[in-house]
């Protein structure tokens, strides 16, 4: 496997990604990309300095030592997934649900709802999702399939902002500020049913 194979399935994976408008996902596969490319960098780095020590144990310098700058320790690099203004960690095996531990942080508070709820339907089916149309938070409904009712601010007339959750017919409010939607977090858990050791959620620091 080489770094430009793993670019151009990312590259792919991004195309895909745009044609069903899923943000959190070309975020996501984004930095994997800038990630790849920084390893591509320290691998074409690491081959010219070798270039460099075998010319010189050949005779071609005189010191045997490359000139090139040093490079940046690889566990150095930033994290594939910095920090966002929420932290969600989901134990699932706590849950008595069968799926690896989901930690969910996107560089903004509404991305990260939306990935989490994401994150429930694929865990807990459509089902799942449809109860929380149920749950009321601060200007309607939760999630919705009908955003373009549910969603309206009545008085003026204009839809709050909302996102869609990729795979699904629902759609999230995110006209909120971060506080609310960590609480709508909480709130979507607890209206499942679901144990409180299995969920932690916090705003970033």
Not at 22 to 34: D, G, H, P, T, Y
Not at 56 to 76: F, Q
Not at 129 to 153: A, I, Y
């Amino acid at each position: 496997m080489t770094t430009e194979t793993v670019l151009k399935k990312a590259m792919e994976e991004i195309q895909a990604a745009s044609i069903h408008s899923n943000v959190s996902e070309i975020e996501r596969l984004s930095r994997i990309a800038k990630r790849v490319k920084e390893i591509e960098l320290h691998v074409n780095s690491l081959s010219a300095e070798l270039s460099d020590l075998d010319a010189a144990i050949s005779g071609g310098t005189s010191s045997g030592v490359s000139s090139r700058p040093p490079l940046t320790p690889l566990g150095n690099l930033p994290a594939l997934s910095p920090k966002g203004e929420i932290e969600i960690t989901v134990d699932w095996a706590a849950c008595g649900v069968v799926r690896p531990k989901a930690l969910v942080s996107e560089r903004k508070a509404s991305e990260t709802l939306v990935a989490f709820i994401t994150e429930l339907g694929a865990a807990l089916g459509s089902d799942a999702l449809r109860r929380l149309t149920r749950l009321q938070v601060n200007r309607g409904p939760l999630l919705s399939e009908n955003p373009s009712v549910d969603f309206v601010n009545a008085k003026r007339g204009v839809k709050y902002a909302h996102h869609p959750i990729p795979g699904t017919p629902f759609h999230v409010i995110t006209h909120s500020s971060t506080d609310e939607k960590i609480d709508a977090i909480r709130q979507s858990w607890r209206t499942l049913g679901l144990p409180p050791g299995g969920l932690s959620v916090n705003r970033a620091t």
